[in-house]
């Protein structure tokens, strides 16, 4: 497998089985993109609740949300990219909200695993540096989401 996963589910509502196919798919992805091997994600399953509270303390936004990344190649302000470094690639931070994953499925008539799988996609490729904020950006970004997921098998 090419990326290195540490999955939690706080919720411990997911299977293992679950889990592994997000891993799959994750790995899938990354493949695709040429993601250097052995690079680090993390994804952590969590309530509305608690997607509510990392919501609001980091983007100030008082709602629950479906799935949050945290890039750790995003620079802040003053900071330096490392050079030279042997150290693995690490990409960052998945959240996903369980029951806002299933809330979802329901409403858009899929089932359960490919909310998660896109959720967990869309995460990712935020994690890469891929961005909806402009019309350009959001066509780029949920093109390639929907043929890694339909690649993958998990269509609509």
């Known amino acids: 497998m090419t990326l290195l996963i540490d999955s939690n589910d706080e919720t411990q509502e997911l299977t293992e089985q679950y889990m592994l196919d997000i891993e799959r798919l994750l790995n899938f992805a990354a493949q695709k993109l040429n993601i250097e091997d052995h690079s680090e994600v993390s994804i952590t399953y969590v309530t509305n609740e608690k997607i509510q509270e990392i919501n609001r303390e980091y983007r100030d936004k008082d709602a629950p949300t479906d799935v949050i990344s945290f890039a750790m190649e995003e620079l802040g302000e003053g900071e330096v990219k490392p050079v030279g470094t042997e150290l693995p690639r690490i990409?960052?931070?998945i959240i996903i909200s369980v029951p806002r994953a299933r809330e979802q499925a329901e409403e858009y008539g899929h089932d359960f695993k490919r909310e998660l799988g896109f959720l967990?996609?869309?995460?990712?490729?935020?994690?890469?540096?891929?961005?909806?904020?402009?019309?350009a950006d959001e066509k780029e970004m949920f093109t390639l989401q929907k043929e890694i997921l339909n690649e993958?098998?998990?269509k609509r």
């Not at 967990?120 to 019309?135: I, K, N, Q, S």
């Open 91 to 93: 990409l960052g931070d």
């Open 120 to 135: 967990a996609v869309h995460g990712f490729l935020h994690l890469l540096g891929y961005d909806h904020m402009t019309e």
């Open 152 to 154: 993958y098998g998990l």
